[in-house]
T-cell receptor, first 115, second 111 residues
């Protein structure tokens, strides 16, 4: 089965802790993305990566960090600096991040709750 | 003002109705337009993808783009209860390498 997997599905964190959300794809896509979704709001871009060992900040990168050491993996760390981390986090990938082949396909999401 | 505006709904229709979902946008550089369907607590799935102006049809779904009015639409014919979901529009310009999303419209199709 080809697709994007995210784990865990649900994650609980205490205030002041860092947590890492996993995203893996076996679609051989070059580009990967992290979005955050809050109730009643659209998706907001956190970080994206066009190629291995390269990534760019999105609109709301503060308090988050990423790495892209492998083509198929793009983990997101939510740090204690993120003031309001409770949200639904979505990972996506596309063939490329250019003007063509940019249809993005999404994983099932991770729901993070800060206690 | 948000770059992409979308009525949040909920929009409630009877089964078999034609549904019209819309987004307006302010960035004239947007060239690529997409519609995603998202069921509760799931990731969005891509429904339609169009480039520039015009219409595109796929089964019961038709996407329209009117760049002169900065307005896009998704029509669903013969709506089914299984179409009940949140519909998100998304757009990309040629300079930025990521999508800008609307906030989503929640659709309920009553059997």
């Amino acid at each position: 089965d080809g697709g994007i997997t995210q784990s865990p599905k649900y994650l609980f964190r205490k205030e002041g802790q860092n947590v890492t959300l996993s995203c893996e794809q076996n679609l051989n896509h070059d580009a990967m993305y992290w979005y955050r979704q809050d109730p009643g709001q659209g998706l907001r871009l956190i970080y994206y990566s066009q190629i291995v060992n390269d990534f760019q900040k999105g609109d709301i990168a503060e308090g988050y960090s990423v790495s892209r050491e492998k083509k198929e993996s793009f983990p997101l760390t939510v740090t204690s600096a993120q003031k309001n981390p409770t949200a639904f986090y979505l990972c996506a990938s596309s063939v490329a991040a250019g003007v063509r082949n940019n249809e993005q396909f999404f994983g099932p999401g991770t729901r993070l709750t800060v206690l | 003002q948000k770059e992409v505006e979308q009525d949040p709904g909920p929009l409630s229709v009877p089964e078999g109705a034609i549904v019209s979902l819309n987004c307006t946008y302010s960035n004239s550089a947007f060239q690529y337009f997409m519609w995603y369907r998202q069921y509760s607590r799931k990731g969005p799935e891509l429904l339609m993808y169009t480039y520039s102006s015009g219409n595109k049809e796929d089964g019961r779904f038709t996407a329209q783009v009117d760049k002169s009015s900065k307005y896009i639409s998704l029509f669903i014919r013969d709506s089914q209860p299984s179409d009940s979901a949140t519909y998100l529009c998304a757009m990309m310009d040629t300079g930025r390498r990521a999508l800008t999303f609307g906030s989503g419209t929640r659709l309920q199709v009553q059997p």
